[in-house]
Nanobody, 124 residues
Framework: QVQLVESGGGLVQAGGSLRLSCAAS????????MGWFRQAPGKEREFVAA????????RYGDSPTGRFTISRDTAKNTVYLRMNSLKPEDTAVYYC?????????????????WGQGTQVTVSS
């Protein structure tokens, strides 16, 4: 069992930055890949970024296009999503997720554990 708690969301102006955090507990942190997804009102949950259990590889969805960076800190059992040059279309609830394995995962069904989500709102 893995528990995930996100933080760091909020209201930011277009062009600004935010760093989301996801604290994990319950299993050896490096044993599972982590991912970030987002869901805007009326839309499906969208893949944002993922990172392997070791942190050696990362993958990004189409929307971030070089503006977002995922990282993980094993000492703190935390995964981060740094978001720069934010746009109004980045507005969504952002979810942290943990897989049952350590390799890259990019679809929702690859992930077993989910956080409660944190709201990110980008104003124009």
């Amino acid at each position: 069992q893995v528990q995930l708690v996100e933080s760091g969301g909020g209201l930011v102006q277009a062009g600004g930055s935010l760093r989301l955090s996801c604290a994990a507990s319950g299993r050896t942190f490096s044993s599972y890949a982590m991912g970030w997804f987002r869901q805007a009102p009326g839309k499906e949950r969208e893949f944002v970024a993922a990172i392997t259990g070791s942190g050696s590889d990362a993958r990004y969805g189409d929307s971030p296009t070089g503006r977002f960076t995922i990282s993980r800190d094993t000492a703190k059992n935390t995964v981060y999503l740094r978001m720069n040059s934010l746009k109004p279309e980045d507005t969504a609830v952002y979810y942290c997720a943990a897989a049952d394995h350590a390799y890259i995962a990019t679809i929702t069904t690859d992930y077993r554990y989910w956080g409660q989500g944190t709201q990110v709102t980008v104003s124009s």
